[in-house]
């Protein structure tokens, strides 16, 4: 696509259900990124993918936090039992190849994630 | 790992000039700086490998100082446009980039 889709736009959802974010990178950008950002703060690095497979995810907070990219493009983030501190704007991000830091990101819109 | 941003927030009058800082604690491999208006994603400016190198399009540009681990993003006679909060994004490597808490900048007429 023309750029970076996230849905759903906005999600509500009360304390400790299970919640899916979705990212559709730009075509042919093989590094993809998710990031939270919380209201005054910049963006919290949570996990970087390189194709398939996870190259970094040691910025998910525990393990409630999981996500996947089976195919190399389209990435779910999860999160099981959430928590009202849970609750910001997950952005996706994705770059052409390199190492994770030599080309610029785009990224998608966010979703905002509301615990209740 | 997270950068750090100085000033917090800036004022500025249409046409005045402004310097953003951003620096590392760890050795850098890149430096990426970000603006984000409200409500919206953060969009790519510009982007600097390790070199020492400076970078501009238009009236903004950027130095990168790879020695200290510092660059600065630097904004000529400002427009409205410009109003937003800037983020640096930090690369050490083969890894993500680490993004600092932000420089909120508003242009007034």
């Known amino acids: 696509g023309a750029g970076v889709s996230q849905t759903p736009s906005n999600k509500v959802t009360e304390k400790g259900k299970y919640v899916e974010l979705r990212c559709d990178p730009i075509?042919?950008?093989?590094?993809l990124y998710w990031y939270r950002q919380s209201l005054g703060q910049g963006p919290e690095f949570l996990i970087y993918?390189?194709?398939?497979?996870?190259?970094?995810d040691s910025g998910l907070p525990n393990d409630r936090f999981f996500a996947v990219r089976p195919e190399g493009s389209v990435s779910t983030l999860k999160i099981q039992r959430t928590e009202r501190g849970d609750s910001a704007v997950y952005l996706c991000?994705?770059?052409?190849?390199?190492?994770?830091?030599?080309?610029?990101?785009?990224f998608g819109s966010g979703t905002r994630l509301t615990v209740v | 790992q997270q950068p750090v941003q100085s000033p917090q927030a800036v004022i500025l009058r249409e046409g005045e000039d402004a310097v953003i800082n951003c620096s590392s604690s760890?050795?850098?491999?890149?430096v990426h700086w970000y603006r984000q208006k409200h409500g919206e994603a953060p969009v790519f400016l510009m982007i600097?490998?390790?070199?020492?190198e400076q970078k501009g399009h238009d009236k903004i540009s950027a130095s990168f100082n790879e020695k200290k681990q510092q660059s600065s993003l630097y904004l000529t006679a400002s427009q409205l446009s410009y109003s937003g909060t800037y983020f640096c994004?930090?690369?050490?490597?083969?890894?993500?980039?680490?993004f600092g808490t932000g420089t909120r900048l508003t242009v007034i007429p």
């Open positions: 991000a994705s770059s052409l190849t390199g190492t994770g830091s030599d080309y610029g990101y785009t």
């Open positions: 075509s042919g950008h093989t590094a």
């Open positions: 993918f390189q194709g398939t497979g996870a190259a970094d």
């Open positions: 760890k050795a850098l491999y890149s």
């Open positions: 600097l490998l390790k070199g020492g």
């Open positions: 994004g930090t690369g050490t490597g083969a890894n993500n980039l680490f």
